[in-house]
């Protein structure tokens, strides 16, 4: 299956921290979590952007964009993925991935030919829930093999997590603190609900800003940095 480019946003200042990117998502994932903001992106079916079009763009934008952020979906489901990053480095913009980390031997040639700069790996539960949570079938060793490969790589990394109260609890939350622990950087993320939600809107529920504060105290100190 080919890859294909079914969104794009021109400027974004918060998908690549301290860089203005564009962000471009690519179609399908071999996740099917409950809280995903891009279920549109998932399992769309509407006609793709075309490659050159995308590229005319960061050509004229050279001098307001600083990086381009490959987001989806899931980019490392497709092989082509390498070329179309080698493209955009070539052109002279900073690269950031974001992933869920299934696809490590794909993430580690990327590293290997200096096609990284950023990477965010979504961490979803503890490991023994994983499956529960994501809608699918998961070798939580792929997971973990993408987290030392990440944590080696000497690229800037970040790991985070979704906090939904339907899908994760406190003890998820610290068990994942302490399998990342000496990790540069780990962001809790608050669930944030609406129309585009895989399940629907007002069905899951985010954490109270007083949680996630506590939590983050709790954990804080295993971390370089710990944001929420």
Same mark, same amino acid.
Request: hydrophobic share 35%; with cysteine; charged share 35%.
């Given at each position: 299956? %080919?890859? =294909? /480019?079914?969104?794009?946003?021109?400027?974004?200042?918060?998908?690549?921290?301290?860089?203005?990117?564009?962000?471009?998502?690519?179609?399908?994932?071999?996740?099917?979590?409950?809280?995903?903001?891009?279920?549109?992106?998932?399992?769309?079916?509407?006609?793709?952007?075309? #490659?050159?079009? #995308?590229?005319?763009?960061?050509?004229?934008?050279?001098?307001?964009?600083? %990086?381009?952020?490959?987001?989806?979906?899931?980019?490392?489901?497709?092989?082509?993925?390498?070329?179309?990053?080698?493209?955009?480095?070539? =052109?002279?913009?900073?690269?950031?991935?974001?992933?869920? $980390?299934?696809?490590?031997?794909?993430?580690? *040639?990327?590293?290997?030919?200096?096609?990284?700069?950023?990477? %965010?790996?979504?961490?979803?539960?503890?490991?023994?829930?994983?499956?529960? @949570?994501?809608?699918?079938?998961?070798? @939580?060793?792929?997971?973990?093999?993408?987290?030392?490969?990440?944590?080696?790589?000497?690229?800037?990394?970040?790991?985070?997590?979704?906090?939904?109260?339907?899908?994760?609890?406190?003890?998820?939350?610290?068990?994942? %603190? =302490?399998?990342?622990?000496?990790? *540069?950087?780990?962001?809790?993320?608050?669930?944030?609900? $609406?129309?585009?939600?895989?399940?629907?809107?007002?069905?899951?529920?985010?954490?109270?800003?007083?949680?996630?504060?506590? /939590?983050? =105290?709790?954990?804080?100190?295993?971390?370089? #940095?710990? *944001?929420?």
């Amino acid at each position: 299956m %080919a890859m =294909e /480019i079914c969104e794009m946003e021109k400027s974004s200042f918060i998908d690549y921290p301290d860089k203005i990117s564009t962000v471009l998502f690519i179609k399908g994932c071999n996740f099917k979590c409950p809280y995903c903001h891009n279920s549109h992106i998932v399992d769309n079916d509407k006609s793709h952007i075309n #490659i050159e079009e #995308i590229f005319k763009f960061l050509n004229k934008r050279k001098k307001f964009i600083d %990086a381009v952020t490959i987001s989806g979906g899931e980019p490392t489901l497709y092989d082509d993925i390498y070329d179309l990053i080698k493209e955009i480095k070539d =052109e002279g913009f900073h690269v950031k991935l974001d992933t869920n $980390g299934t696809n490590p031997n794909r993430i580690k *040639k990327l590293l290997e030919n200096n096609l990284l700069d950023y990477i %965010a790996m979504d961490i979803k539960t503890s490991f023994d829930k994983y499956e529960d @949570v994501v809608n699918s079938i998961v070798d @939580v060793k792929k997971i973990k093999e993408s987290i030392q490969i990440i944590r080696n790589s000497g690229v800037d990394y970040e790991f985070r997590t979704t906090l939904c109260k339907e899908l994760i609890d406190k003890e998820d939350i610290l068990n994942i %603190a =302490e399998y990342l622990k000496g990790s *540069k950087k780990y962001i809790l993320q608050n669930f944030r609900d $609406g129309d585009l939600v895989m399940v629907g809107k007002n069905k899951l529920h985010p954490y109270e800003n007083e949680k996630i504060n506590e /939590i983050k =105290e709790e954990i804080k100190d295993l971390f370089e #940095i710990c *944001k929420v």
